[in-house]
């Protein structure tokens, strides 16, 4: 126990720029403990180049935080911002994991994240991976925005006339066709 309650100390102030200097399992520490909120992305972005599975492991079950599904990760911290966090470290490297998260948390996807997914899949547009995305998918996304408040649709605004702008030639499309 005084190992870790030294490596605790240790990580408790440590700068957000050096993680690279810390071991391994300084890093999941870092990440699973909470210990410094600021620097989990950090701890996260350099857990991928040394182990990227146990990375994407633990950045889905930041995303995931759903109760006891949440093995490792002290959960209680856990807030929607280190989730958006997660979430755009996982959709560089499994976005299929992120339309999958989508799908199937869309109804009760708090307004930030679902900012932060629009941003994401907004500047994906017109790549092939956007231009792959599912119509109703892309409705879905689009339907949601209605389910918030006055205040969140606000702060979601930009977010939203962007998505809607970056695929409005397919949502024509579709619009004709049907």
């Excluded at 992305?41 to 990375?55: I, M, S, V």
């Excluded at 006891?68 to 755009?88: F, R, W």
Aim: charged share 30%; proline share 1%.
């Amino acid at each position: 126990m005084e190992h870790k309650d030294n490596t605790i100390s240790k990580l408790l102030f440590h700068d957000c720029n050096d993680v690279r200097e810390l071991s391994d399992e300084e890093l999941e520490m870092l990440i699973c403990e909470i210990i410094d909120i600021e620097a989990v992305g950090f701890a996260l972005d350099e857990l991928y180049k040394r182990n990227p599975e146990r990375a994407m492991m633990l950045a889905k079950q930041i995303l995931e935080n759903s109760g006891d599904e949440v093995k490792y990760i002290n959960a209680e911290y856990i807030d929607v911002y280190l989730q958006a966090t997660a979430l755009n470290m996982i959709f560089s490297r499994d976005r299929q994991y992120i339309i999958d998260f989508i799908t199937k948390n869309i109804a009760d996807l708090d307004c930030y994240l679902y900012t932060t997914i629009l941003d994401e899949l907004s500047a994906e547009a017109k790549q092939t991976f956007g231009k792959n995305l599912d119509y109703t998918f892309i409705k879905t996304l689009l339907n949601r925005y209605d389910f918030y408040d006055k205040a969140e649709k606000e702060k979601a605004d930009e977010n939203y006339k962007w998505f809607l702008s970056s695929y409005s030639e397919r949502i024509i499309s579709e619009n004709i066709q049907n």
